[in-house]
């Protein structure tokens, strides 16, 4: 079994910066990628950022300049440092990760149960 675990998350003024965690653990042999989603109540679940393996990085437009996804391979964690939040930064964040259980085995997509970030203006 694998477990991502998220943590960081919480209550900041607009303006305000929070670091989100996210530590994989279990039966993990190689991570493709890492990537945030956040969901807004009623809203979907959206890309804020993605890192694959080779540390390319891409980003949601809504949140370019401001927030930043790094990676420590060695302890299978990734964390989104989020600057200048926003309001409509509100949601639950989540964690997904790109992950093969063996060598040779295929990729399969794991997710965290979520961590809310609350932006009051």
């Known amino acids: 079994q694998v477990q991502l675990v998220e943590s960081g998350g919480g209550l900041v003024q607009a303006g305000g910066s929070l670091r989100l965690s996210c530590e994989g653990s279990?039966?993990?042999?190689?991570?493709?990628?890492m990537s945030w989603y956040r969901q807004s109540p009623g809203g979907q679940r959206e890309l804020v950022a993605v890192?694959?393996?080779?540390?390319?990085?891409n980003y949601a437009e809504s949140v370019t300049g401001r927030f930043t996804i790094s990676r420590d391979s060695a302890k299978n964690t990734v964390y989104l440092q989020m600057n200048s939040l926003k309001p409509e930064d509100t949601a639950i964040y989540y964690c997904?990760?790109?992950?093969?259980?063996?060598?040779?085995?295929?990729?399969?997509?794991?997710w965290g149960q979520g961590t809310q970030v609350t932006v009051s203006s």
């Open positions: 890192i694959e393996s080779a540390g390319s990085t």
């Open positions: 997904q990760a790109i992950l093969a259980y063996k060598a040779g085995s295929s990729w399969y997509s794991w």
């Open positions: 279990g039966n993990i042999f190689s991570i493709k990628s």
